[in-house]
């Protein structure tokens, strides 16, 4: 009996049923070719990325400063100075035709006044003429020897002398230069000292005129008498920079002890009397403020549109501060002077004193004013700024072209105490117009969107971003355009905005890290098929 429990039979039994099982298994499978799989992609597009500052806004980097000891406050500061060397506006009036007469005599030592109030120790001329006329009324010919002992020549400092022969019953003319001439005295005097010597047979009855034309000085040492340079009219542009903003902006205060009216003279060393000064400063618009000031400079006088300030003698450059209690200073300033100008009549040595001057020497009025930007701005500052923008990467272009819907976005996000009503236009590199961006987004009759002003606290500082977000959806037709951008113009209105502000405050003050951004994307979403 076998060992095995199965007999043969069975065993082909099984094998028989095995095959047919995987004969059936084999047949019934068919392969198919695999499917590809599909799937959504996001993809992020950067258009632009802007921030400004007060120093682009403003764009006055010549006339704008820091103030690090008040938390980066930023401040304006302008300059105008008016300045006038004297040439020949030093002009004395001179002698009329003058007739002097004396008995017969063969000489004559006299005194002739050649000004009746300014006493010269010294006077170079840069013009004039002083002129003798010799009257010989007698039947007989003289020869006049003549000596103006305090007049010089300049070629030589020889003494001026005269020599002429006057036929009888004629006239003889003797004309100086005194361009080519100088006076000279120990003591200042306003004469000059003629000694005259007549070569004749018979005593002479002296007859002659003299007279002395309008003349200017080069140099003048004496006690000259006051003198008016007449009404001076000049103008500054652009003392507080050549963009200075438009609207309606409201400074809080000036920045202590750093606004001064300054008076400054050259070599001159007489008093100066600036007179009747007429300060006028006038906006982009034409509308014009009359800076107000102490009638006459000294603490208590009354404030009046037309004021006269002193320069000592004693002094070379004197500073009269401004300030919001002597003048009305910030209503000059509010109006944001586009031009100043200057109108007075200066007055030299009221004081009648001994002193000196030239022709070269000048006078300046320096008027300085710095003003911190803490403001409230009412009628908005308009401000506007181009970005360059474009896709060069084909890969990216490409991947536009696939996709029929965009998300675009505009984020403002503001760190500026300041309101901003914002447009902004998409241009190609031609600046034709492409996209209204703003009118997109913002969907509003101006085509404007509104980045809000960073909350402002009780310093009067900004305390967080305000953040704006816009968005629509771009088709097809619109995505083309996008990738033909070259240029973004955006134009901003900034104002104050007293919503953001903490009473009991009603400025606010900018600092130089304060910062505003405006950041344009894209979101495309498309779907990849097999």
Not at 69 to 85: A, L, M, P, Q, W
Not at 112 to 126: I, N
Not at 244 to 252: H, L, S, T, W, Y
Request: with cysteine.
């Amino acid at each position: 009996m076998s060992s095995f429990p199965f007999s043969k039979k069975a065993i082909a039994y099984f094998a028989s049923l095995l095959c047919l099982t995987c004969f059936i298994i084999i047949n019934g499978c068919q392969i198919n070719e695999p499917n590809l799989p599909s799937w959504n992609v996001s993809l992020n597009l950067p258009i632009s990325n802007d921030q400004y500052d007060i120093f682009d806004i403003i764009e006055r980097s010549n006339n704008i400063g820091v103030d690090s000891s008040d938390g980066n406050t930023v401040f304006i500061y302008g300059t105008s100075s008016y300045k006038r060397e004297f040439g020949e506006d030093i002009k004395f009036d001179g002698i009329t035709t003058t007739q002097v007469k004396a008995p017969s005599s063969f000489s004559l030592d006299t005194s002739l006044v050649f000004d009746d109030s300014t006493f010269v120790q010294k006077a170079d001329f840069l013009n004039g003429v002083l002129k003798f006329t010799f009257n010989n009324i007698t039947s007989q010919d003289y020869t006049v020897r003549a000596t103006i002992k305090n007049l010089f020549r300049n070629e030589n400092n020889d003494t001026v002398r005269i020599l002429e022969q006057v036929a009888a019953g004629q006239k003889r003319p003797v004309t100086l230069d005194l361009s080519q001439h100088y006076l000279k005295n120990e003591t200042s005097d306003n004469k000059l000292r003629l000694k005259i010597i007549f070569e004749s047979v018979q005593p002479v009855l002296v007859d002659f005129t003299y007279e002395l034309s309008e003349y200017s000085i080069k140099t003048l040492v004496g006690r000259m008498r006051p003198l008016s340079t007449d009404r001076n009219y000049d103008e500054v542009l652009d003392p507080f920079g050549s963009d200075v903003p438009e609207g309606a902006v409201n400074f809080a205060t000036i920045t202590p002890n750093t606004n001064f009216l300054i008076l400054k003279r050259f070599s001159s060393n007489y008093q100066v009397d600036f007179s009747d000064i007429s300060l006028v400063g006038e906006n982009k618009s034409g509308n014009r403020v009359r800076l107000k000031y102490l009638k006459y400079g000294n603490p208590g006088d009354p404030l009046d549109s037309v004021f006269s300030l002193t320069l000592p003698q004693s002094n070379e450059t004197l500073a009269f501060p401004i300030n919001q209690d002597n003048s009305n200073i910030l209503e000059f300033l509010n109006n944001i002077p586009k031009k100043i100008v200057l109108e007075r009549t200066d007055y030299l040595n009221l004081s009648y004193e001994e002193g000196h001057l030239g022709y070269t020497d000048s006078l300046t009025i320096k008027f300085d004013i710095q003003v911190p930007l803490d403001v409230s701005i009412t009628e908005p500052i308009v401000f506007s700024d181009t970005s360059d923008v474009g896709i060069d990467d084909q890969d990216l272009r490409d991947e536009l072209d696939k996709s029929s819907r965009m998300k675009f976005n505009l984020l403002g996000s503001n760190g500026l105490p300041l309101k901003g009503i914002v447009k902004a236009n998409l241009l190609d590199s031609s600046y034709n117009l492409l996209l209204p961006l703003t009118f997109l987004v913002g969907n509003t009759p101006d085509s404007s969107v509104t980045v809000g002003a960073a909350l402002v606290g009780p310093e009067g500082f900004t305390i967080n971003p305000k953040e704006s977000l816009y968005t629509t959806e771009l088709d097809s037709s619109q995505i083309q355009k996008i990738k033909k951008m070259g240029k973004i113009i955006f134009e901003y209105r900034l104002y104050t905005d007293p919503d953001q502000i903490l009473p009991p405050r009603t400025t606010v003050k900018v600092r130089s890290s304060d910062v505003s951004k405006a950041i344009v994307f894209g979101n495309l979403n498309y779907r990849i098929e097999p």
